[in-house]
């Protein structure tokens, strides 16, 4: 299989040299390429700024901004098999790019902030039958609250399953995880290491009947 993996945070730059990110660190993106590319499947990983060594076998993009991010997915998303959507896109971006660096002599600053575009729900209207794309979210609550939000993310943004896991899988070494389809747990909640989880996601990927073990 062709398989896009997106990785890591965007950044929207408020000035020259500040920006807004989130806590991503991009371990379950480089993962989830690492257990395709060694499962001999022909992977592209792209992925925002991190400090994590690119895994062998992958070929790499780098992306920064939510608007490169889009770029690159309409780029290859079309010769993809499957996508699998673990990048922490930012939400929100500010109103005004600064063209020079503020200065903290000028007194305080208020930032408007703007809705970012739903990157996955944009790409997936050119979605083809044979394309499978894995989404992911991160929500709070009681685990059957959760999967009622993850559903319905699911729905809006065209994919076939969604990870969903709580705030405390961003920048950690273990995720407490399910894999959701529109009607089933494909894979029940558990505490994993995200190597493990990205094992699971491949195999859901390669299995006709959307089976997970």
């Known amino acids: 299989m062709r398989i896009l993996v997106t990785a890591g945070p965007t950044r929207q730059y408020i000035d020259p040299v500040r920006f807004i990110t ?11 390429a690492a257990a395709a590319a060694c499962a001999g499947h022909d992977v592209t990983l792209l992925t925002g700024p991190v400090s994590l060594a690119p895994p062998d076998g992958c070929r790499l993009v780098r992306f920064v901004t939510v608007a490169e991010l889009t770029e690159g997915l309409e780029e290859h998303f079309p010769a993809c098999d499957a996508l699998v959507m673990a990048a922490a896109v930012g939400d929100f971006r500010p ?6 660096k503020l200065r903290r002599c000028d007194g305080p600053v208020e930032i408007r902030l703007l809705p970012t575009q739903d990157v996955l729900a944009t790409v997936t209207g050119t979605k083809r039958a044979h394309q499978l794309i894995v989404a992911f979210t991160v929500e709070e609550g009681p685990d059957d609250k959760i999967e009622v939000g993850a559903r319905v993310k699911l729905k809006a943004k065209g994919a ?3 990870v969903a896991n709580t705030p405390d899988a961003m920048g950690a070494d273990k995720s407490r995880a399910a894999v959701l389809s529109a009607t089933d747990v494909v894979l029940p ?5 995200k190597e493990q989880l990205a094992e699971q996601i491949v195999r859901l990927l390669s ?7």
């Open 22 to 32: 989130n806590a991503s660190s991009g371990r379950m993106g480089y993962a989830v």
């Open 95 to 100: 109103a005004r790019q600064r063209d020079q």
């Open 189 to 193: 909640w558990a505490v994993r290491t």
């Open 160 to 162: 076939d399953y969604i």
């Open 207 to 213: 299995s006709p009947r959307g089976q997970a073990s």
